[in-house]
């Protein structure tokens, strides 16, 4: 896989001057950079908790490490499959949505890095997996969804392959046209979640464009060792799976206990929230911002944007002061 595909890895050292490259991951919500090395699928601020970017890499590399796990998530997995078909056969809905619930516990509880590490324990975590298997019930009971699949799986079936210094390749324009079917049953599923107000929850914690981006990162995990150059690049390129370093000074990290479990964790100064990588305990480590302006403090509203105006003087307040733009 080229080394444009995002690793575990986020931090390199440069051993001069203390400055530090990073990966140039910028949260949309507050304009942090990503400063903490992250070890799953979602690359997620230390200083807000937002998804800011997604790594498909890491999930691949911890099911690997994990082959305990996944013998125990094969065995429920054959028992899905068999029952998942059976209940779409039969137009039990209810059934093969009670059966997808299940999944989701199972499947976070096998792979918790596949679980947006911003979802908190508890009842978030509950709407979730409801909300995950509302979904995914509808999805699988959509007709112009199976039609798409089909088609998907029809191209998918067509794909040639030749030898190139030992290695097997594939011809590019029928993966192409593979690729083109993907991407239509990918636009189809999005409008299904996105427009669909009972699934408001992904809105914040799985954002459409995320979505978007793993789907694909799937694909370049599979495909791109199969793919010459130059169209090995040209599909990383076009799908924004490069990577841009760029070097910043190290940000001062503070260490706090979790509320809940007691484990140490580092954040950045000006940090916001964080949901403990050990329990998922939401931590908030601001209520508050002082007015540069007039000095007052201002309470941080539930749903707060990167820019809230003062309530004394009106002032426009930035919430974490962003590293590089």
Excluded at 13 to 42: E, R, W
Excluded at 175 to 183: H, N
Excluded at 236 to 252: A, R, V
């Amino acid at each position: 896989m080229p080394d444009a595909i995002p690793k575990l890895e986020l931090l390199a050292l440069l051993s001069k001057k203390g400055i530090m490259k990073v990966k140039k991951f910028i949260c949309h919500k507050c304009g942090a950079p990503k400063v903490n090395p992250y070890t799953g699928v979602y690359v997620v601020c230390d200083y807000c908790n937002t998804i800011v970017d997604i790594d498909y890499a890491s999930t691949v590399e911890a099911i690997e490490a994990a082959p305990e796990r996944m013998e125990k998530w094969s065995k429920f997995y054959l028992d899905y499959t068999v029952k998942a078909a059976q209940y779409l056969q039969k137009g039990n809905k209810k059934a093969h949505r009670e059966l997808h619930y299940q999944y989701c516990i199972e499947y976070f509880t096998a792979f918790p890095g596949s679980l947006p590490p911003n979802v908190p324990n508890g009842e978030v975590f509950e709407e979730y997996c409801q909300a995950s298997a509302d979904f995914m019930t509808q999805h699988a009971f959509e007709p112009k969804m199976k039609k798409a699949k089909e088609k998907y799986e029809k191209l998918y079936g067509q794909i040639d392959y030749y030898s190139v210094n030992g290695q097997h390749k594939a011809t590019y324009d029928k993966f192409a046209k593979m690729l083109d079917a993907y991407m239509e049953m990918l636009e189809l599923e999005v409008s299904i979640l996105y427009s669909n107000p009972d699934y408001e929850l992904f809105n914040e914690y799985y954002p459409e464009e995320f979505n978007r981006k793993q789907r694909i990162s799937q694909i370049a995990q599979m495909w791109i060792p199969y793919l010459e150059e130059p169209h090995g690049s040209e599909f990383l390129t076009k799908y924004h799976l490069t990577q841009e370093y760029i070097e910043i000074n190290p940000p001062e990290l503070s260490k706090i206990n979790c509320e809940e479990c007691k484990k140490e964790l580092k954040v950045p100064k000006g940090a916001i929230t964080c949901v403990c990588k050990y329990c998922r305990h939401q931590n908030n480590l601001q209520t508050t911002v002082n007015c540069r302006s007039c000095g007052i403090e201002n309470p941080l509203p539930a749903k707060w944007k990167m820019i809230i105006n003062c309530n004394s003087c009106g002032t426009e307040l930035r919430i974490v002061q962003p590293m590089f733009g």
